[in-house]
């Protein structure tokens, strides 16, 4: 029940398109006696640093952020994650009376995925296919994670390099990275195969060579969320391997920031309700 003691969470974004974000964590607050509300603000560009101070002003709880907002509301911000500094943007963002800590939880929504289905990361080899800010908050969170080796694989090689040297520098990880398309030889030796590009998204084309046969342990897992089985996931059950959803991740990355605002790691039961709103 909203009383006089609710606390206000939202997202700042522009425009504000259908989200998940409000039906995730308004479930959550009610679920674990939370009494928050979250609400969407389409805030524009010249706002968003008056829209940040009044997450102090109001004494919200906090915020999520959302496109175009998510590199150049860092600026506005009391204090940055380390991780979140250096993938460059942030999605969420905690109020402690008044001192504002901005994290980056879309990469922490991934990792969470592949491990909720029993995977160590530890020592694997991966590949990520586009070099945009997914891919860098994916390949920064895999980098924490102790994997192997991180290839990135672009179209436009400057921003699959710059990846690559942010994994070097800070993680001391071997890193990689071509603008080549992918072959069969690329992906015989890894683990892991994440696309990170909006192909396959309302249509079906597919970031990799449907002809190309697999065998082996490889995980596929695509970040694109609709439709749930594009065709780089229809490619990979056609090879018999295991896939992680788009659909994961975003509602991974909701649990994080829902985490960080509160402490509480929602049970594996409010993960299955929610993902079950959005499964195909
Ligand atoms: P996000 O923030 O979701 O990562 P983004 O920053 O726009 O989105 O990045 C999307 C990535 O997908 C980019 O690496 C982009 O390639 P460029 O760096 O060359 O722009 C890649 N991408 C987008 N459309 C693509 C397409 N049709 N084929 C291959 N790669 C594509």
């Not at 969470?9 to 308004?26: A, D, E, R, Y």
């Not at 609400?39 to 940040?52: I, T």
């Not at 694109?224 to 788009?246: E, R």
Request: glycine fraction near 6%; proline fraction near 2%; include cysteine.
């Amino acid at each position: 029940m909203i009383n006089s003691t609710t606390k206000l969470v939202g997202l700042l974004g522009h425009p504000i398109k259908q989200s998940f974000s409000p039906s995730i964590h308004n479930y959550l607050f009610k679920k674990y006696n939370q009494n928050n509300i979250y609400c969407c603000f389409d805030v524009k560009e010249s706002d968003l640093e008056e829209a940040v101070r009044s997450i102090k002003t109001l004494n919200m709880r906090g915020c999520n952020v959302t496109i175009p907002h998510k590199v150049n509301v860092m600026k506005f911000l009391e204090n940055i994650d380390k991780n979140a500094r250096l993938i460059g943007a942030v999605n969420t963002i905690k109020n402690d009376e008044g001192f504002l800590t901005g994290y980056n939880t879309d990469g922490l929504g991934f990792v969470k995925s592949i491990l909720d289905k029993g995977y160590d990361l530890n020592n694997k080899k991966i590949m990520i296919i586009g070099a945009g800010g997914s891919s860098r908050s994916i390949a920064v969170q895999l980098a924490s994670n102790k994997v192997k080796s991180i290839e990135i694989r672009n179209r436009s090689i400057q921003k699959a390099m710059d990846i690559s040297e942010i994994i070097r520098d800070n993680f001391k990880i071997a890193s990689t990275y071509s603008n080549k398309t992918i072959d069969k030889n690329d992906i015989e030796d890894i683990d892991i195969l994440i696309n990170t590009t909006p192909v396959g998204m309302e249509s079906n084309e597919c970031p990799i060579d449907e002809s190309i046969r697999v065998k082996g342990d490889l995980l596929v897992c695509d970040i694109v969320y609709k439709p749930q089985n594009t065709s780089f996931i229809k490619w990979a059950k056609s090879n018999n391997l295991d896939v992680v959803y788009g659909i994961d991740m975003l509602i991974n990355q909701g649990l994080e920031a829902f985490y960080i605002w509160t402490g509480i790691k929602p049970s594996k039961e409010d993960e299955l309700y929610l993902k079950g709103l959005y499964y195909d």
